[in-house]
């Protein structure tokens, strides 16, 4: 089992790179093979929307998302992690996001099959400081959209909300023994369906 994860906070050390960590302490000690890529140090590019991927399915640009199209293509599932900023993903986030346009293209365009040659599976983290009942509304949509894009099936989220300064969701009393249970989970194969924390797409 290969996970490739995305921390798309630019608070290091923050709440969501602590939240990612115990999902990958949990996956790791089950045995699966697993890469941290924090997209606030890697240089990507928003989508330039130039056209050039309508007819490769290929990405023109060259910068540090280059490498990492091959990162997804290997993952056996690929989990994003971000905080909310103004009820959306991190612009780090949706950089990467955007740049899944070219996998689209494969897939629906071009009809290349899955991306990379397999279907893998999608999870999201995700915190903010309010409470609001919609506060993952829009970003839950953005991620169903991005995992079909790599040929993910959204497995499932974990969402938390009233976590607002560093290290607050250390304080929260089920976070981080969720992640890492979830984690250890996605690394064994088990069935997410009946873990009561994740949020599963479409069921509620
Ligand atoms: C620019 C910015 C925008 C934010 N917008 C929201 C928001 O719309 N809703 C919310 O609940 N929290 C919002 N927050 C709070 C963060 O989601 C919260 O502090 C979170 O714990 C940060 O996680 P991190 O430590 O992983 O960066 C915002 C924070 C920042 C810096």
């Not at 630019?10 to 996956?27: E, M, Q, V, Y």
């Not at 607050?168 to 996605?186: F, I, Q, R, W, Y």
């Amino acid at each position: 089992m290969k996970i490739v994860a995305f921390h798309g906070s630019p608070r290091i050390g923050g709440n969501t790179d602590i939240l990612l960590d115990a999902f990958l302490k949990g996956a790791e000690t089950s045995g699966a093979s697993v890469e941290k890529i924090t997209l606030m140090s890697k240089r990507i590019t928003p989508c330039i929307e130039c056209g050039q991927c309508d007819t490769t399915g290929v990405c023109v640009l060259e910068d540090d998302m280059t490498p990492i199209y091959d990162k997804i293509r290997e993952a056996d599932t690929v989990v994003v992690a971000s905080p909310i900023f103004f009820y959306n993903i991190t612009s780090y986030t949706q950089a990467l996001v955007e740049r899944s346009q070219a996998c689209w293209i494969g897939k629906y365009v071009l009809k290349t099959g899955p991306y990379g040659g397999k279907e893998r599976k999608g999870i999201f983290l995700s915190l903010g400081a309010t409470k609001g009942k919609m506060l993952f509304d829009g970003v839950l949509r953005v991620m169903k959209y991005f995992f079909d894009a790599i040929s993910a099936s959204f497995a499932g989220a974990l969402l938390y909300r009233g976590i607002e300064k560093k290290g607050d969701v250390k304080k929260h009393p089920t976070a981080l023994t969720e992640a890492e249970e979830l984690g250890s989970l996605v690394a064994t194969g088990a069935d997410l369906d009946s873990f009561a924390p994740l949020y599963i797409p479409g069921s509620k």
